[in-house]
């Protein structure tokens, strides 16, 4: 068994002045345009005014960030910072620690795939406003590189210090908290039942999965509540912790296609795979998940997820070789043959009408 997590998480906004002043004198802000109007990014420059701390803004982070947009940063803004903050949700946190390596190496977006290729990134700073990835505290980061949504992780990516203010994700509106929080309860439930978990995922994932299954449901009813936001952000940084130890499985990687080519949000998609996933794992930690959820398509359904998408056989192979060719389908119990995970989006279509109102 092993447990290694060198980031510093940091509740509010208590003691942070010397804790950041100690990350370095020049910080580039990677954001959206959402940290605005929930309060984060002008807390942030207050902060960083007061401490004398030159900075500049990128605020145009895109979802499922493209090799591209990467590129364009740092031809923009150069190299030359000691901190790279990401500020908002997953995309922006994922950018940020593909910028933070290429401030301090001489490589290429693609290089980052190769782990041989870099020992070195500049401080990274992440602040969550939304309740789901879990990139606070985890060494992975997912990137669009050729139209396909690919991971790269690496030790040198944990952010130093994660912020975690609740307030910040009160103004996130129903769908988005709905997509989310399923991806921090995908997480959860992806490691409980990864071939990778061992008694320290479990401590983190069992513990998320309980909070989401309880809190998500109420909190779709009542946005507003700082209590229900709180429990949710604390949810999804233990799932961040459990994955940062055992990696996601085979729902992620089904899911992904669904992200790219028919723009599905991430957290959906990957969700509605769960059961199938679960059915086909039938271990002793998918019984303990189903004693905690229930069922989990009911689960999905009391939160109003709707999908619908067309597709055809082609396609759906093509679906099917990049998920074969996955480094999930290693770590998920079950065989998941080619003509399992072929079974899986035929599955889905077919459950696509459950998930329709």
Known sequence: ?????????????E????E???????????????????????DLI????????????????????????????TQKYGK?????????????????KAVAVLCKNNISVEDLYDQSKYDTAANILCIPTTAGTGSEVTQYSVLTINGRKRGFKHEKIFPKIAILN????????KDLTISTGLDAFSHAVESALSLRSNEFSEIFAFKAIKIIKNTLPKLVNDLENYEYRKEMLLASTYAGIAISITG???????????????????????????????????????????????DIEDFIKTLGVEIYFETNESEIEKWVNAVSNSSHVKVTPGNFNKEKIKEAYYWL?????????
């Open 248 to 294: 996601t499985t085979i729902a992620h990687s089904l899911g992904y296609s669904l992200t790219t080519d028919k723009n599905l949000r991430h957290g959906i998609a990957t969700a509605v795979f769960l059961p199938f996933e679960m059915k086909i794992a039938g271990t002793k930690k998918s019984k303990i998940i189903h004693e905690l959820v229930g």
């Open 166 to 173: 609740p307030k910040y994700t009160i103004s996130l509106p």
């Open 80 to 96: 030359n910072w000691d901190v790279v903050v990401g500020l908002g949700g997953g995309s922006p946190m994922d950018t940020a």
């Open 20 to 42: 950041i002043d100690k990350l370095g004198k020049r910080f580039l802000i990677i954001t959206g345009k959402s940290s605005k109007r929930n309060g984060s990014l002008e």
């Open 46 to 73: 207050n902060l960083l005014e007061s401490l004398d701390k030159e900075y500049e803004i990128f605020d145009e982070s895109k979802e499922n960030p493209p090799k591209e947009l990467i590129e364009n940063i």
């Open 15 to 18: 003691i942070l002045k010397n």
């Open 349 to 357: 279509i077919e459950k696509s009408k459950f998930f329709r109102r």
């Open 1 to 13: 068994m092993a447990f290694y997590l060198p980031t510093k998480i940091m509740y509010e906004n």
